[in-house]
């Protein structure tokens, strides 16, 4: 994303570019439209789960806290990620390059942080409900062990995808 708003700002005709035009070009980027086909592919999945959880992983057989407990978890997700999808949506505000980006690096990192944050409680209530009722056994203990590095790996790297995503705007602010 960096080189590519680099380059449109090299090929841009010296006073001939207006400040909306600009935006449009940052609204119109195709990372920020990666971002929203991520977020319309998370929505669609996760409220099939929602739709089929309760019968295909026998929701009937846990306690009402547990299927609470995820439901909530998993359309926090879901609200988050339409919120992020309005937001992206949003042609960026102001008459300056340089505050235009900032405002949205700023709103970026907020959006990555509640990201990972909401992606952790949703795992953990996923834990809490597929695990509930369940008779522990070492295997199963190292099985959990290793379930929860994948899942840490997993966060990691989303982390890694925001902050990267993040750190190439915000270069180009420094240019």
């Not at 300056?96 to 953990?124: N, P």
Request: some cysteine.
């Amino acid at each position: 994303m960096e080189e590519a708003l680099k380059k449109a700002w090299q090929d841009l005709p010296a006073g001939k570019t207006s400040p909306a035009a600009l935006r449009g070009m940052i609204h119109r980027h195709p990372a920020r439209r990666a971002m929203r086909r991520q977020m319309i592919l998370e929505i669609v999945l996760l409220a099939v789960f929602l739709f089929v959880y309760y019968d295909f992983f026998d929701g009937d057989r846990r306690p009402w806290g547990a299927n609470a407990l995820l439901v909530a978890a998993v359309a926090w997700v879901i609200v988050h990620n339409v919120a992020g999808w309005v937001y992206s949506r949003q042609a960026l505000q102001g008459d300056h390059l340089q505050e235009m980006l900032r405002r949205h690096v700023t709103g970026m990192r907020r959006f990555a942080i509640l990201s990972v944050i909401s992606r952790v409680g949703m795992l953990a209530s996923l834990l809490v409900f597929f695990s509930y009722g369940m008779a522990w056994s070492a295997w199963k203990g190292w099985l959990l062990a290793a379930t929860c590095l994948v899942v840490l790996m997993q966060l990691t790297w989303l982390g890694s995808i925001w902050q990267r995503r993040i750190r190439n705007i915000s270069r180009v602010l420094e240019a």
